[in-house]
């Protein structure tokens, strides 16, 4: 079943010096809860595509179907996590993880207890009432990830929101992820220049190529990456 479809894409940006093709035709279809990572060297176009997907982007040409209808602007149906993604400084965490929730009209309470379930899938029961600038960099990112998780979005965008942190940190964020995917599955579109990662997390990895943007190669991780 395909949830996400990319329909040849191909995008351009109005640079100083001229055009600038970010992205030349990129096709890709995704299957329903698959967790795809794209890697590549920086400027083959990856956060674009994320963009373009996000409706945070008009591609040039081409299309994103989601479930088969185009996308077009942003919605509430896809969450996205970016590399140092804002939290509402003025929010608790407990707060900032009802956002989407608030924003679907879900009932306090209701939403609070989806809040909750997801703040501890990520580790940071106890923290419900701190604020964002009480927590550390890892702890802002699981806040972040619950919050995408708790507003049921029909595909989760991640854009290196592991890459700012230490490896150690790293590391136990992948494995919470990989646990929350396992537990509750959902179309993952993942962005990263570690390899690594990419490995670890994707059953998919897409090889992108700098300028202009392609896909230059699709690998299947059919054996599963042992992990501790
Ligand atoms: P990546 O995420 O893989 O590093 P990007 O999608 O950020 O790649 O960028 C792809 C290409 O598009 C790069 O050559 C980049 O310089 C260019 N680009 C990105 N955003 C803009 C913009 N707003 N204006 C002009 N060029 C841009
Ligand atoms: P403004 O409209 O003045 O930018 P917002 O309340 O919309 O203020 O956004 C405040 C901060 O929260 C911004 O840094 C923004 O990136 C971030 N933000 C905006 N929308 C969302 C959202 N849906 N989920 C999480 N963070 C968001």
Same mark, same amino acid.
């Given at each position: 079943l395909v949830k996400l479809k990319i329909d040849n894409v191909y995008k351009e940006y109005q640079g100083r010096n001229g055009k600038v093709v970010a992205l030349n035709g990129v096709s890709l279809d995704i299957a329903e809860n698959e967790f795809i990572c794209v890697v590549g #060297?920086?400027?083959?176009?990856k956060s674009t595509l994320l963009n373009i997907i996000a409706g945070l982007l008009e591609p040039t040409s081409g299309a994103v179907y989601l479930d088969g209808k185009q996308i077009e602007g942003t919605g509430v149906e896809r969450g996205v996590v970016f590399q140092q993604y804002a939290l509402f400084p003025w929010r608790t965490v407990i707060k900032n993880v009802m956002f989407g929730l608030e924003m679907k009209k879900v009932p306090k309470d209701k939403a609070e207890e989806i809040a909750r379930k997801y703040i501890k899938a990520v580790g940071?029961?106890?923290?419900?009432?701190?604020? #964002?600038?009480?927590?550390s960099g890892g702890m802002k990112q699981r806040v972040a990830i619950a919050r995408a998780y708790a507003a049921n979005p029909e595909v989760l965008l991640l854009d290196e929101?592991?890459?700012?942190?230490d490896a150690q940190t790293r590391v136990q964020l992948q494995t919470e992820l990989l646990n929350t995917w396992e537990q509750e599955k959902k179309t993952c579109f993942f962005i990263t220049h570690d390899v690594d990662e990419a490995i670890i997390l994707a059953q998919r990895v897409i090889i992108m190529s700098a300028r202009p943007g392609r896909i230059k190669r699709i690998v299947d991780i059919d054996i599963p990456y042992p992990r501790t």
């Open positions: #060297p920086s400027g083959c176009g940071l029961e106890g923290f419900e009432h701190s604020y #964002p600038k009480e927590l929101p592991f890459g700012a942190l």
